[in-house]
Structures are given as C-alpha cells and as structure tokens.
C-alpha cells in the first residue's frame, strides 16, 4: 500500500522567511496530493492540494510542486507570519479525493 | 466552504460504557464519510470508509464490532465506540466527501474522547 514520508517533523522560522516541507509518496498511481494545517485541537484545514496531471500551483502565500518521477511533492509558504504556526500534514490518494495516506506531520513555528 | 461538524466536541466516559459521535455535513450531501483517528503527536488514521445505505469499509486492524459505523442519511454518519476502554482515548476526527464543484474531503472540528 501506499506510505507517506515528510521532513521535517518539525521547523522553526523567522518571522518573514520561506518555510518548505517536503514529502515523498510510494505508490505511483497515487493522483491527488493535498495538504492539511491542523491547529491545536481542531480538525486538518485544506490549504492547497496538486493533481498528477500539474506540476505546480499556487495560492497566494503558499504554493505546492509536484515531481511525478521522483514521487515528491512540497509545499511551499512565503512571508510567513506568525498565524502559520501549526501542524502541516501532507497526503496521497490513488482515488482523487478519497482514501487519503497522511504524512506524520510537521510542527511549523514561526518566531516573531 | 463547505462545513463538516461533529458532536460533541469532547466526551469523557467509563471503561466498558459505549460512545456516539455525529458527524454531519451541514451545507452538502455526502454519500461518503471518512472517520479517523489522531492519537497525541501523531497523524491521522483512517479508521473506515461510511458510505451512506450500505455497511463500512473497515481498515486492516480496526474492530468493526467495536467501533460501529452508520450512515444512515447523506448528512450523517456515526460512530459508536463499544465497551470503550482507556486505550481508545483519541481524537476521533471524520469527514465528508463532497463530488459536486470539485471531489474534495471536508474533516469535521473533531471529538475528544476520554475513558476513565
């Protein structure tokens, strides 16, 4: 089946500065990659999320890139602030929406 | 957005009692409904796949008697931890599979459950 690695499991920024995750992905017919920020005690939020027919997409302050043939893919956060400060999880699925694998996690902490 | 909400929010009960949590998906229907499970520091795992009017997907490794599953309309799932015991203390989060503007999961603000 399928098995999400991330890295960080956690990450400390300055206030202003770029945070990247990275994630990698072992299944190859996994098509629908979205990431979750989870603050303390309430459920995941999706932020972004990247289908395997586009390499890159971009909100805004976040953005997610995609390399199919490295099955990686990571996200991207500029100007952070310190509202960024969350857990961030990744996720892969072979079903477009559904069925999701999560990543363990990484800790975000933005210092002001 | 669409919004997915769970009741109640925390539950504290004793070892060997059994407990419902609701899951609704307010502004959508929703034939499919995900519930996971969050122990502390750790990630989400899915526990089962809810599909509204036929029995749930249980993942390897979760007791289907003891955690019961019912979809029972398009706004609705629930899950009832049976005998519960400490170790099933966790963060019970669900969500809802929304197809209609684009197939997206919407998660649910989650429950805590806590067995004494």
Redesign the interface.
């Known amino acids: 089946g399928e098995n999400v690695e991330q890295h960080p499991s956690t990450l400390s920024v300055q206030e202003g500065d770029s945070a990247v995750i990275k994630c990698t992905y072992s299944d190859s017919a996994s098509n629908?990659f979205?990431w979750?920020k989870q603050e303390l005690?309430?459920?995941?939020?999706?932020i972004i999320?990247i289908r395997s027919n586009v390499g890159e997409k971009k909100d805004q302050r976040i953005a997610v890139t995609l390399n199919k043939t490295a099955k990686h893919f990571s996200l991207h956060i500029t100007e952070t602030q310190p509202e960024d400060s969350a857990v961030y999880?990744c996720a892969a699925s072979r079903s477009?929406?559904?069925?999701?694998?999560?990543?363990?996690?990484t800790r975000l902490s933005v210092l002001p | 957005g669409a919004v997915v909400s769970q009741h109640p929010s925390w539950v504290i009960c004793k070892s060997g009692t059994s407990v419902k949590i609701e899951c609704r998906s307010l502004d959508f229907q929703a034939t499919t409904m995900f519930w996971y499970r969050q122990f502390p520091k750790q990630s989400l795992m899915l526990m089962a796949t809810s599909n509204e009017g036929s029995k749930a997907t249980y993942e390897q490794g979760v007791e289907k008697d003891k955690f019961l599953i019912n979809h029972a309309s398009l706004t609705l799932s629930t899950l009832t931890v049976t005998s519960a015991h400490p170790e099933d203390s966790s963060f019970y989060i669900c969500s809802a599979f929304r197809t209609s503007g684009g197939d997206e999961q919407f998660f649910g603000p989650g429950t805590r459950l806590t067995v004494l």
């Open positions: 629908y979205p979750y005690g309430k459920g995941p939020q999706l999320d999880f477009g929406g559904q069925n999701f694998v999560f990543g363990p996690g």
